[in-house]
DNA sequence: ACTATGTCCTGCGAGC
DNA sequence: TGCTCGCAGGACATAG
């Protein structure tokens, strides 16, 4: 059940394997110099105090928060050392390059860090949904949903007028579901993406979680086994994903009884449900 | 406090 | 074959 993909959307498994990623390429490296690209939208923080949070820092893990991936840096040059953290998001068509500074710099690319071990990260957006920003206390806006306790979730979903599908893509409650897995979790709990959150169960909202943890699980599994083992020459990575049930499936045979699937559109963006399932 | 909707941006694929 | 056009969606702004 899975599918080899070098085009993906970012969402939680993905960011995870992407910061396991790096994490297994960079960690221990020192950023030399820094070069921004000239489009500003990518840089949340302004350029030069990115450039001087990471120049001669040295990259102590990468690690992932929501759909953010997390470089914890050190810089060692002040008194006392400087901790610092490099956020990265990768919007809808981010990536993140580990290469060869000979290696052609592919168009879109707005950010280089220059290790010292002669490596180089970029980071590549055609569409500029990405953003990069320095800080030293990131928090998440919403709960992991791996560790989200139910109780929590309860509280923070139940009694709210709008549709569960637009609750879910709230990084606000929680962080790293994205209109793919929404739709999966959706399908397996059994629940229509327009179901008001306020109409769901407690009985339903705790098969939800359960669903939102397996989907999100399976898939991290799924593309963990292809961390750092499906890089081409440009330091692009490749994945393996878990198949989708209904995602991108409109008018496909639900896998589970026959029905046809359905696409519809909640808060601007398409899913995709069975109409046979799904209540 | 919440909710709904519009906007950004480029690549790609459907359709003619 | 070559062109146009509309869709894809994460996060944020804005309005109600």
């Known amino acids: 059940m ?24 960079v960690t221990g490296d020192v950023i030399e110099s820094v070069w921004l690209g000239q489009k500003p939208e990518p840089l949340k923080s302004p350029a030069r105090e990115i450039a001087a949070a990471l120049e001669h820092s040295r990259i102590l893990g990468v690690r992932r928060v929501g759909k953010h991936i997390v470089f914890d840096l050190r810089q060692n040059h002040g008194k006392p050392p400087q901790a610092w953290q490099w956020i990265v998001h990768l919007g809808m068509t981010g990536r993140m390059q580990v290469c060869e500074p000979q290696t052609e710099i592919a168009k879109h690319t707005h950010a280089i860090a220059r290790l010292s071990s002669g490596k180089e990260v970029r980071f590549v957006d055609p569409r500029r949904f990405g953003r990069l920003s320095v800080t030293r206390a990131f928090q998440a806006s919403g709960i992991e949903p791996l560790d989200a306790k139910f109780e929590r979730f309860l509280e ?15 990084q606000k409650l929680l962080s790293g579901v994205g209109n793919i ?37 399976e898939a991290i599994v799924a593309g963990g086994s292809s961390v750092s083992d499906y890089v081409d020459a440009d330091g692009e990575e490749g994945f393996f994903q878990l198949q989708h049930r209904v995602y ?24 995709h449900y069975c109409p046979q399932c799904q209540k």
């Open 181 to 217: 897995y929404a739709d999966e979790s959706l399908f397996r709990a059994g629940i229509r993406p327009r179901r008001r959150a306020s109409a769901i169960t407690r009985a339903q909202f705790s098969k939800l979680l359960a669903a939102v943890k397996q989907v999100l699980q």
């Open 248 to 271: 991108g499936r409109e008018g496909e045979l639900c896998p589970v009884c026959d029905t046809r699937i359905k696409r519809v559109v909640v808060a601007g963006r398409s899913s």
């Open 2 to 25: 899975l599918t080899y993909t070098k085009r993906f959307m970012p969402e939680l498994p993905e960011v995870e394997t992407i910061a396991r990623g790096l994490a297994k390429r």
């Open 156 to 170: 923070l979903f139940r009694g709210r007028r709008t549709p569960i599908k637009s609750a879910l893509l709230n």
